[in-house]
Each structure stands twice: as structure tokens, then as C-alpha cells.
């Protein structure tokens, strides 16, 4: 069963073009895992501080396998210490 991942991030002005090639890498290491099907970010338009990501992969597994990448992980880590906060991620399937 189909997974979306939801996560929210807050990335202040001053801080996203330090934290935007990390994201884009991430994105791409991403595109190569198995299971993935797509990513898409989103900027609040009344808040443009505020990111929306949904990442959509074929299962559960396939997306915690991705949690378990050390790409990932490297990646990530650089992200929240730039943000300053752990990232966190919302599990969702069609019900």
C-alpha cells in the first residue's frame, strides 16, 4: 500500500539558500531509492517561512528503508542543524 509522507518545515529567509542544495540533493538521492514515487515541495503562500513536503513511495518499508540511508541521514542531519530542530514526518495512506 501507497504511503505519503507529510513534513512541515519552518526555513527562515535567512537561512534558505544555505538549506536549499541540501534539500534538492536530498530530493535526488531520493528519486534514485526504490520505492519512490514522487516528492513535491510546497511554499504557504501567506507564509513563504512555512514548507510543505510530500513524498509518496509504494510502501511503508520502502520509505523506512529510506530513513535507514546514510546519505539520508547525513542529509538530514546538516538540515536540522542548519534549522535548528529535529525534522519530523507524518505518515499517511489512502484509507
Not at 509522507?5 to 544555505?18: A, L, T
Not at 541540501?22 to 535526488?28: K, T
Not at 520505492?35 to 523506512?64: A, F, H, R
Amino acid at each position: 500500500m501507497a504511503v505519503k509522507i507529510i513534513i512541515v518545515r519552518r526555513v527562515p529567509k535567512e537561512k534558505q539558500n544555505e538549506i536549499r542544495p541540501l534539500l534538492l540533493q536530498m530530493r535526488a538521492v531520493a528519486n534514485a531509492q526504490a520505492g519512490y514515487i514522487s516528492g513535491e515541495t510546497l511554499v504557504n503562500y501567506d507564509d513563504p517561512e512555512e514548507n510543505l513536503v510530500i513524498s509518496t513511495w509504494k510502501s511503508l518499508e520502502n520509505w523506512n528503508q529510506w530513513l535507514r540511508n546514510e546519505q539520508r541521514i547525513d542529509l538530514q542531519s546538516q538540515v536540522d542543524r542548519i534549522l535548528g530542530h529535529e525534522t519530523l514526518y507524518q505518515i499517511y495512506y489512502n484509507g
